[in-house]
């Protein structure tokens, strides 16, 4: 019997592996692909060298190791707040850690696990400032700066009608107004403040405590029960084992804001 060619063998061979390896898991399957902000300091912020910082990023980070990922196995994905639900719905990502409040209505489109993080709608002024203590001192015609289309300025307007409201695209933009004097203040949720504090210090602070509460959760596909128990098992040893406090003081420390208490994760 004569005896098959080596170089047939290896081309049957290789015709056999190649449906096998596309059958396989890929680089998708080594991968995470987690969504988060790319232009808040403090919180999600992509650097110029391409890495990523905060501390939304921070218990992303650990979530994704409690999951058995690697840092290099982490894929960031920025995830704009209009974006988020359906970046999930798409399985464009797997979970987002963006400043992510948990809401009704956004239940019904995405599950959550968490809160990570309870804050609250605060104001941003320059260390400088003196005269405004807090929400009501607003009322003195004091201009005071927030996104459009945004929750903050809805608030502002319906509770606060003595302030003169001036609505930008971005906070980014609010921050430098209020840097050269343009706007008193800039409001948003107190941790997103904080984090601008922190970018720049001494040169702005948060005042007047919280005036409404926002509870961060992590968003992940609608009925992913079984993900949503690994993340908030997660969650729970980031705080019990100190490293979310850790997180919190690297990232969010600076500005003067003392770490609040971590709050109970909802298991239900």
Avoid at 86 to 93: D, E, F, K, P, R
Avoid at 144 to 150: E, H, R
Wanted: glycine content about 10%.
């Amino acid at each position: 019997m004569r005896s098959i060619p080596r170089r047939l063998v290896a081309a049957v061979a290789l015709a056999v592996a190649l449906p096998l390896a596309a059958c396989g898991g890929g680089d998708n399957g080594d991968k995470v692909v987690i969504g988060t902000k790319f232009d808040q300091p403090g919180l999600g912020l992509k650097n110029p060298d391409g890495t990523m910082s905060g501390f939304d990023v921070d218990v992303a980070r650990y979530v994704a190791q409690q999951l058995g990922y690697t840092e290099d196995q982490i894929q960031w994905k920025e995830a704009p707040s209009a974006q988020r639900e359906t970046l999930i719905a798409n399985g464009q990502v797997d979970y987002i850690v963006a400043t992510y409040s948990i809401t009704d209505s956004r239940k019904e489109r995405v599950s959550f696990a968490g809160p990570y993080l309870i804050t609250g709608q605060s104001l941003l002024v320059r260390s400088d400032n003196t005269d405004i203590v807090g929400a009501e001192s607003l009322e003195n015609n004091k201009k005071l700066c927030s996104v459009v289309g945004s929750t903050p300025a809805q608030h502002v307007k319906e509770k606060y009608p003595g302030v003169q409201l001036q609505q930008y695209d971005t906070y980014s933009a609010c921050v430098e107004a209020l840097k050269n004097g343009a706007v008193d203040a800039v409001t948003t949720d107190e941790v997103i403040l904080a984090g601008y504090a922190a970018q720049s210090p001494g040169v702005f602070k948060v005042v007047g405590g919280t005036f409404t509460e926002e509870r961060y959760g992590i968003g992940l596909k609608k009925g992913d029960t079984e993900l949503q128990t690994k993340i908030n098992d997660a969650l729970v040893k980031m705080e019990q084992d100190g490293a979310w406090k850790a997180a919190w003081d690297k990232n969010l420390g600076p500005a003067g804001l003392p770490a609040p208490q971590p709050p109970a994760i909802d298991q239900s």
